[in-house]
C-alpha cells in the first residue's frame, strides 16, 4: 500500500473525525429550521410606523435563502458521508463547505447590520432608532442571529475538517540538504 492510500484510508475511516463530522452536519440542521422559522413567523404591528415582518427585510430574506440551503446541503453530507462513493471525494465536501460557510457568513453579517441599525439608526441619513418600537421583532431576530451563527460555527469547523481530509491525502514538499543549501 502507498503512501497516499494509506493517508487516504486513515483520513477517511477516522471514526472521531468521521462521528465529528457527521455529528456537526446533523446539529446544523435543527439551528438552520429554527432560523428560519423564527425569520419567517417574526412580525409585529406598530399603531403609529405600521407593521413590519421578514418580507419588508431583503436581508431577512437571504438569511432565509441561506438558511434552507445550508440545512438541505448538511443532510445531503450528513448522508453521504456515510456512503463510500462520497468518502473518497474529499474535495468535494471541501469545496461544498466553503461555499456554504462562506454564504452563511454574509447572510449573517446582512442581518447583522439590519438589527444594529434598529438599535441605533443612522444619524447621517436620518434615520431613527426602530428598536423601541419594535423590541419584540428585534428580539426575535437577535435569537435568530445567534442561532445562526452557531450554524456558522459549525460550518466554520466542517470547513476546517474537510480541509484537513483534502490536504493531508498529500505528502509534504520535500527538499534534500543540497536544495536547502543552495537556497541560502
Not at 500500500?1 to 457527521?22: F, G, H, R, V
Not at 443532510?75 to 469545496?95: D, E, P
Not at 447572510?107 to 443612522?122: H, K, P, Q, R
Amino acid at each position: 500500500m502507498s503512501n497516499n492510500n494509506i493517508a487516504e484510508s486513515s483520513n477517511t475511516q477516522n471514526p472521531i473525525l468521521k462521528l465529528l463530522d457527521c455529528s456537526l452536519r446533523v446539529s446544523v440542521i435543527p439551528l438552520s429550521v429554527a432560523t428560519i422559522w423564527l425569520t419567517v413567523t417574526n412580525k409585529q404591528d406598530n399603531s403609529i410606523y405600521g407593521d413590519v415582518k421578514f418580507n419588508n427585510l431583503l436581508g431577512l430574506k437571504y438569511m432565509v435563502c441561506t438558511s434552507a440551503i445550508c440545512a438541505a446541503y448538511a443532510l445531503f453530507a450528513a448522508i453521504a458521508s456515510w456512503i463510500r462513493y462520497f468518502v473518497t471525494k474529499a474535495w468535494l465536501f471541501f469545496v461544498s463547505d466553503q461555499i456554504v460557510a462562506y454564504l452563511m457568513v454574509t447572510s449573517g453579517a446582512a442581518v447583522m447590520e439590519i438589527l444594529y441599525l434598529a438599535y441605533n439608526g443612522d444619524i447621517k441619513v436620518t434615520w431613527s432608532e426602530a428598536g423601541d418600537s419594535y423590541g419584540k421583532f428585534c428580539n426575535k431576530m437577535k435569537v435568530a442571529l445567534i442561532l445562526h451563527a452557531l450554524a456558522v460555527c459549525c460550518f466554520m469547523v466542517l470547513a476546517l475538517i474537510s480541509a484537513y481530509r483534502v490536504f493531508s491525502k498529500f505528502d509534504p514538499p520535500f527538499f534534500s540538504k543540497q536544495d536547502n543549501e543552495e537556497r541560502t
